[in-house]
């Protein structure tokens, strides 16, 4: 048993969902109680911190490795070309090309290069920001533009929040859309997942490809229905026969959509939201204990 935060990761097989709503609003409902954190790990598209209004207490750059290349020191053999699995070096004639974008800093041109040609050197990819309000720790990463690789910063992320939050009892990861490998990194060590879609035959396709990447990560999860009322029930058949747990069912209504729209948090203003997030937070907890199969 240790003492690390209880993880709870909300994600979504797609974005608009209502991911970033949720996520705000539970880690603000908890926050009404005691500290939590809640970590933007939606890198390429930080949107949480719209719903809050904070002190900045910290900010840092992040940086990724990648080759310098030395000129005089190369004997032009190849070599690091070939080693490179993402093709981010590349000969050209008499100049060994880097492309920092596609380099995933695995070191080995650097390390293989017969005449140390390919220092490694530090590059910035973007930046980290902590702010607090009140009882809410808010946690973000923004990368740069033209930056590509999540993953470094996510990881990055949450080794932040994890060594500055490890005293809290609830850390909240709001996680980037989709099933690939930004959102694996970001789940990797949650300890309940919940998934949000919507009552739609789109929804139902996302959350199945969701489900299917959580199930192979071995992670408890949930599902949050949004918009309820909207489209048809295949979601909750599905859910039904796949025997996961709906948490919640959140209206289909004009003034959710419009506190949404103006950046207010919803549960504050619908006390059947509220209701709803009580229920939500007490499972997650619960499971995160796996006091629920
Ligand atoms: S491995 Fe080193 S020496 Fe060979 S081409 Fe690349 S940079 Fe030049
Ligand atoms: S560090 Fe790895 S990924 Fe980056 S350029 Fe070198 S071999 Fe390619």
């Known amino acids: 048993m240790t003492n690390s935060p209880a993880r709870i ?45 904070g002190d900045l207490i910290h900010e840092e750059s992040n940086f990724k490795m990648i080759p310098q290349w030395d000129e005089p020191k190369c004997t ?106 930004p959102v694996i990194e970001a789940t990797k060590n949650a300890d309940f997942v919940i998934l949000i879609t919507e009552p739609t035959p789109f929804g139902l396709h996302d959350l199945t490809l969701a489900i299917e990447t959580m199930r192979t990560l071995k992670k408890p999860m949930g599902v949050v229905v949004n918009r309820y009322g909207i489209g048809n029930d295949a979601v909750i058949d599905y859910c039904q026969k796949e025997n996961i747990t709906i948490l919640a069912k959140i209206p289909n209504s004009r003034r959710i959509a419009e506190l949404y729209s103006s950046g207010k948090l919803i549960y504050q203003e619908i006390p059947e939201v509220k209701e709803l997030l009580s229920n939500i937070l007490d499972y997650c907890l619960k499971a995160s204990k796996g006091d629920i199969e």
């Open 9 to 53: 990761a909300i994600a979504s097989g797609k974005g608009g969902t209502g991911k970033t709503t949720l996520a705000t609003n539970l880690a603000a409902y908890i926050a009404e109680q005691e500290e939590v954190v809640l970590v933007d790990l939606d890198v390429e598209e930080p949107n949480s911190g719209l719903f809050f209004k």
């Open 76 to 181: 032009f053999c190849g070599l690091c070309q070939k080693v490179c699995n993402f093709h981010a070096v590349l000969q050209l004639g008499p100049t060994i090309l880097v492309f920092p974008e596609l380099c995933h800093s695995c070191y080995a041109c650097s390390e293989l290069c017969p005449t140390d040609a390919l220092p490694m050197i530090s590059k910035r990819t973007g930046k980290l920001s902590d702010f607090r309000i009140n009882n809410l720790h808010f946690v973000e990463s923004r990368l740069d533009v033209g930056e590509e690789q999540a993953v470094p910063t996510i990881s990055k992320t949450k080794q932040y929040s994890n060594e500055n939050y490890a005293h809290l009892r609830i850390e909240i990861y709001d996680c980037p859309p989709g099933t690939s490998c």
